[in-house]
């Protein structure tokens, strides 16, 4: 059974700082993309970054320069070190990692997401 478990969400003033962590079991974590992505209220879920097998990291514009993705594939886990926090990264943050191999087997993960609020 594959599980995604996400942790380190919570309430945070803006300007701060939260860890997120990630920990699957159920897969070989290290042929999978992992990733991070945010769903706000009234909006629809869009990636905050990811990082493929190989090490490419990608992110979206909002985040350059804030927050840190990085995967430690002997833990199984991969993380999101958020800086700079703004009441607009307010949502819910999921872990979720994929694998295709191009000859058409393809898998798609969720963790269950972890709340982030950044507000006074």
């Known amino acids: 059974q594959v599980q995604l478990v996400e942790s380190g969400g919570g309430l945070v003033q803006p300007g701060g700082s939260l860890r997120l962590s990630c920990t699957a079991s159920?897969?070989?974590?290290?042929?999978?993309?992992m990733g991070w992505y945010c769903q706000a209220p009234g909006k629809q879920r869009e990636l905050v970054a990811r990082v493929r097998r190989g090490g490419d990291i990608l992110y979206t514009d909002s985040v350059k320069g804030r927050f840190i993705i990085s995967r430690d594939n002997a833990k199984n886990s991969v993380y999101l070190q958020m800086n700079s926090l703004k009441p607009e990264d307010t949502a819910i943050y999921s872990c979720?990692?994929?694998?295709?191999?191009?000859?058409?087997?393809?898998?798609?993960?969720w963790g269950q997401g972890t709340q982030v609020t950044v507000s006074t």
């Open positions: 159920g897969i070989a974590f290290n042929v999978y993309q």
């Open positions: 979720n990692a994929k694998y295709s191999n191009g000859l058409g087997v393809e898998f798609d993960y």
